[in-house]
């Protein structure tokens, strides 16, 4: 059974940065989409950015210029660096894996980590 395990949250303040990871077992991400999602409380698991295995990244509007996903196949890690966080950035971020590329509907994930919690400070 393949299993993701997302790192790296933490409690900053607003314009501050974080970089959280998820280490993938018994799944290839190079042949698979990967992705962030995230979720606040009360509220829906929303897509955040996605990364092909060749490189190719996608973000929702809110998040660009301050998010930047990235992966190292080698190691079976994909990242989110972000950067001039925001108190509507606190969420539960979790990482995902899809056969679908582009895909920003969560419920066609057919993989989930169990979450990462972030939380913006104003």
């Known amino acids: 059974q393949p299993l993701l395990v997302e790192s790296g949250g933490g409690s900053v303040q607003a314009g501050g940065s974080l970089n959280i990871s998820c280490v993938g077992s018994g799944l290839t991400f190079k042949y698979w989409y990967m992705a962030w999602f995230r979720q606040a409380p009360g509220k829906h698991r929303d897509f955040v950015a996605g990364?092909?295995?060749?490189?190719?990244?996608k973000y929702v509007d809110s998040v660009k210029g301050r998010l930047t996903i990235s992966s190292d196949n080698a190691k079976n890690t994909m990242y989110l660096q972000m950067n001039n966080l925001k108190p509507e950035d606190t969420a539960v971020y979790y990482c995902a894996a899809s056969t679908d590329h582009w895909e920003t509907l969560a419920g066609r994930y057919s993989y989930w980590g169990r979450g990462t919690q972030v939380t913006v400070s104003s």
């Open positions: 990364i092909t295995g060749g490189g190719e990244t």
